[in-house]
């Protein structure tokens, strides 16, 4: 099992970007993949969650409205549409599987990480 976080960069307040996470190894249909993000001297926090079992998206309150999280079975790819980005949404973004198919956004509820992708939104 592998996943692969990138698409990550600078931006600044108001403009968006694409995460993506390249899956391999399992079936997107038999993991929920979420995104989690840790900012210095935070704890890490889950902020989007799409379920295996039927594609179902979840959002945390801080980032719902203002990010998108798709799912590409073809080719096995977890996309995180972020869009009126923050200087608060500036954090390590990682994306993860959890064999909790119905997906949640405790990150110790994964067993699976990539590595991350920093994302900075200043002025």
């Known amino acids: 099992v592998q996943l692969q976080a990138s698409g990550g960069g600078w931006a600044q307040p108001g403009d968006s970007l694409k995460l993506s996470c390249a899956t391999s190894?399992?079936?997107?249909?038999?993991?929920?993949i979420g995104w989690f993000r840790q900012a210095p001297g935070k704890e890490r926090e889950g902020v989007s969650y799409?379920?295996?079992?039927?594609?179902?998206?979840y959002y945390a309150g801080s980032v719902k409205g203002r990010f998108t999280i798709l799912r590409d079975n073809a080719n096995n790819i977890i996309y995180l549409q972020m869009t009126s980005l923050k200087p608060d949404d500036t954090a390590i973004y990682f994306c993860?599987?959890?064999?909790?198919?119905?997906?949640?956004?405790?990150?110790?509820?994964?067993?699976?990480w990539g590595q991350g992708t920093q994302v900075t939104v200043s002025s």
């Open positions: 799409i379920s295996g079992s039927d594609g179902s998206p």
């Open positions: 190894g399992f079936s997107l249909d038999d993991y929920a």
């Open positions: 993860a599987a959890s064999a909790y198919v119905l997906g949640t956004l405790a990150p110790w509820a994964y067993d699976y």
